[in-house]
């Protein structure tokens, strides 16, 4: 009986990240992006090709509605949180300029 006390906690907690939704963003909001996952783009880079040129403050100040995490990095910047496919990257230039979307 103890063990399946302590076992049905530890399957919900193993559950909760299926669970994860994205917080709706109304529509109409300004500078909001829903980004899209399909087939073979596992975080919805695909979708977010027209950031490319723009300023990174563009990015900052646009409010994504996704169910990947979104981050941006400067040129030349290592995270130590490492890789992850499932993360939308604007990489920038010295200019502040997104110069690639990708996943990692």
Request: proline share 11%.
């Amino acid at each position: 009986m103890t063990l399946i006390r302590f076992a049905f906690p530890l399957l919900a907690l193993a559950a909760l990240p299926a669970c994860v939704v994205p917080i709706p963003v109304p529509p109409g909001t300004p500078f909001a992006f829903e980004v899209v996952l399909d087939e073979g783009d596992s975080c919805g880079a695909r979708s977010l090709q027209d950031y490319v040129g723009q300023d990174a403050d563009v990015v900052r100040g646009t409010t994504f509605q996704s169910p990947v995490p979104v981050r941006v990095v400067g040129p030349g910047a290592t995270s130590a949180d490492g890789v992850n496919p499932q993360r939308v990257t604007f990489v920038t230039d010295a200019a502040d300029k997104v110069v690639t979307v990708g996943c990692g």
